[in-house]
């Protein structure tokens, strides 16, 4: 009993750190027998999961972390969670929980319901660990997403972008490692077309800035520093030649009493140094492209 009650204890610190999962290989390492490990499943317990040999201690509830963990315990040395599962432990733009996808060295015949491997080897200092699992990092996971059929030319712009302003790599770095892999291609058109400058700040402005080149206007310049009085304000974009700014506004600008003042005194201190600024929301871009289009040519000839 007392070897028992040392199991559990080892098992469930072990799985604390894992998001609940642990693999058969760990259990056994920890002092489980096949006979403890059936024990243990039997009485409930242990839970089984969808890939082989690994478990959910039952006082953990199912999560997508959880799936992620018993994927990578299952694929083994050389593994790592990829695509657009890292993508959206990475925190990208348009990624979240959903597929279950990692990468493994060829060969291994990896083969399981609900997860999708690639077949692929990971050079030195393509991975990094985000909460304990092994990830790819964000510029191999770029170049991956942006090889994937069905992810969307945009999609993969606002992601490159959010993985700048986050910090976790700069263009410099990115243009660095792309090659001849599927992905780079893409990812060189969107870094040569990319305005100099701050990584934009939300999917909304690289949106508008598509539309806006779609229409053929003029190309702004993107998050723009500029003086007003004492104060220091970045655009979102703006036609300095004009003096005209154009503000991306999501919901969070306006949601607090204090976020409306600000924005108010921003605009009025911009006022005073010259400055036209144009707001426009996601419904505009989204719902009234033409208006958005109409409004900012009129701007730009008055």
């Given at each position: 009993?007392r070897?028992?009650?040392?199991l559990?204890?080892?098992v ?19 002092g489980?027998g ?10 409930g317990?242990?839970v ?20 992620l963990?018993?994927?990578w315990l ?11 599962s890292?993508a959206?432990l ?7 929980p959903g597929?279950v996808e ?5 060969g ?10 690639h ?8 991975t990094r660990?985000v909460?304990?699992l ?5 510029e191999?996971t770029l170049?991956?997403?942006a ?9 993969v ?6 993985a700048?302003?986050l910090?976790?790599?700069?263009p410099?770095?990115l243009?660095a ?8 291609g ?8 990319r305005?100099?400058g ?9 949106r ?15 998050q ?12 979102d ?10 503000e ?6 306006l ?12 605009d ?24 958005v ?8 000839a008055s």
């Amino acid at each position: 009993m007392r070897a028992m009650a040392a199991l559990d204890r080892v098992v469930e610190k072990l799985a604390s750190k894992q998001a609940g999962a642990f693999c058969g290989r760990q259990a056994m390492a920890g002092g489980a027998g096949a006979q403890a490990r059936y024990r243990r499943v039997r009485s409930g317990a242990w839970v089984r999961l969808t890939p082989p040999k690994t478990y959910r201690l039952a006082a953990f509830p199912p999560t997508w972390e959880q799936r992620l963990w018993a994927a990578w315990l299952w694929a083994g040395e050389g593994a790592a969670i990829s695509h657009r599962s890292a993508a959206a432990l990475l925190g990208l733009e348009h990624f979240g929980p959903g597929p279950v996808e990692l990468s493994a060295p060829p060969g291994g015949h990896h083969r399981c319901a609900g997860v999708r491997v690639h077949e692929s080897e990971l050079a030195p200092g393509e991975t990094r660990r985000v909460s304990g699992l092994v990830v790819t990092g964000p510029e191999r996971t770029l170049i991956d997403v942006a090889g994937r059929r069905g992810v969307s030319v945009e999609v993969v712009d606002d992601a490159m972008e959010s993985a700048f302003g986050l910090g976790l790599t700069t263009p410099q770095r990115l243009q660095a490692v792309l090659d001849g892999r599927r992905g780079s291609g893409v990812l060189r058109r969107l870094l040569a077309a990319r305005p100099p400058g701050r990584p934009r700040g939300s999917a909304l402005e690289g949106r508008w800035l598509r539309l806006v080149r779609s229409a053929g206007v003029p190309e702004p310049a993107g998050q723009l520093e500029v003086r007003a009085g004492s104060e220091r304000y970045f655009l979102d974009f703006a036609f300095p030649h004009r003096r005209l700014a154009v503000e991306l506004d999501g919901f969070a600008k306006l949601s607090t009493k204090v976020a409306k003042q600000d924005l108010l005194t921003r605009d009025t201190n911009l006022g005073l140094a010259g400055w036209t600024v144009l707001h426009f929301t996601w419904d505009d871009v989204n719902l009234r492209p033409q208006w958005v289009l109409d409004s900012l040519r009129t701007a730009l000839a008055s």
